[in-house]
C-alpha cells in the first residue's frame, strides 16, 4: 500500500526526543542532559534509568540550567538543555543570548511542551513568544519538528551542530507525514503535499491540520501544497520564493504571537523579493488568550482544519483583500 501522509498516527514528539538521545547517548559518554525539574514532563525516565550518569538535575532554576549547559559545552560535552518552552525562552532569555549565543557555545536548547500545549494551565506556561524571541538573537538555529521522524532527525541533526540551536515539541502524539523515502535537512522545508492555487507553510504541530485542511479543499477541486518549514531560522527562502511564484495565494500557519515567528518571516522574505500575492498569516492575534485544550484552542484561532480551509477559500475569492 502507498504511503498517505497523515494518516497514520505515531507517537508524541517527546517520546521520540528521549528514544533518540538515549540511543545517542549509549554509545557516547559526552552526550548529557541538563534538565530542570523536567525528566517527567520531558518524557526522559527511560533516559535516567539507564545513565543516570549522564543525566544533570538542577532544579526549578532555568538560569542555571542554561548557564550550567553552556559550561558543560565549553568542556566539549554534547549538551541537551531540557525545559518547558514557556520558562526556558522567558526566564533564561538572557542566560541563552549571553552564555549560550553571544559566547558561541553548541548548547542544544530543548524547549518542551511548547505552544499552547499545557492548555488549560493558560498563558503562564503558554510559550507563543518563543520564536519571535529567538528569531532576533543572532547565531541560533531554530526547529520545531512537525512529526516523529522530523523530530528524530533534528535531533540527530543537532548533535553534531557547533553552534547553537532551539528545537521545540509538543505534547500530542503526531501523524507520521513523510514517506520512508524522505531526506531531511536544517534549514530546507519539506513539502508533504504539492499544489498550485494556495499553499499552507506551516510548522510543527500545525502542519497535520493543514494538510488536513488541503485535502478538504481538494475535494472541492483546489490544488492546495502543503510545505513543512521545520527550520523557522534559517529559513528555506528558496523554497518559499519558489512555492510563491506556483501558487495563486500563500497561508502560513503557527503555533505562535502572529508577530515575530513564522508568517512575518516569510512575508518579509516574499516582500524584500518583490513578490506580491494573496498572504495571510494564521496564528494567535494579539489579544488575552482564550483557555482551553490545544485544539480547543487551535479551533477558536482558525488553526483547525475547518478554519484553514475557510481562510484558503476566502484569500482565493477576495485576492488577499482583508
Known sequence: MSFI???EQGKANLDVFCETLLALARTDKNVLAVT???RGSGKLAPFVAALPAQIVEVGIAEQNLVGIAAGLASAGKIVYAVSPASFLTARALEQIKNDVCYSDRPVKLVGISGGV????LGSTHHSTHDLAALRAIDNITIIVPADNFETAEA?????VMEHPVYLRFGKRPLHHLHSPQTQFAVGKALTVCEGTDVAFIATGETVHPALTAARELE???????VISMHTVKPLDADTLIQTAGEC??????????????????????LMQAGIHIPFRIVGFPDEHMVTGSQLEIFEHYGISASG???????????????
Not at 535531533?155 to 548533535?159: E, G, H, P
Not at 475535494?219 to 501544497?225: F, K, M, P, T
Open 5 to 7: 501522509p497523515g494518516a
Open 117 to 120: 500545549s499545557y492548555g488549560a
Open 155 to 159: 535531533i540527530q541533526a543537532a548533535a
Open 36 to 38: 530542570s525539574d523536567s
Open 248 to 269: 495563486r495565494a500563500v497561508v502560513t500557519v503557527e503555533e505562535h504571537s502572529v508577530f515575530g515567528g513564522l508568517g512575518e518571516a516569510c512575508a518579509a522574505v
Open 308 to 322: 484553514l480551509a475557510q481562510t484558503a477559500r476566502a484569500l482565493l475569492k477576495n485576492g488577499g483583500s482583508l
Open 219 to 225: 475535494a472541492e477541486g483546489l490544488s492546495v501544497r
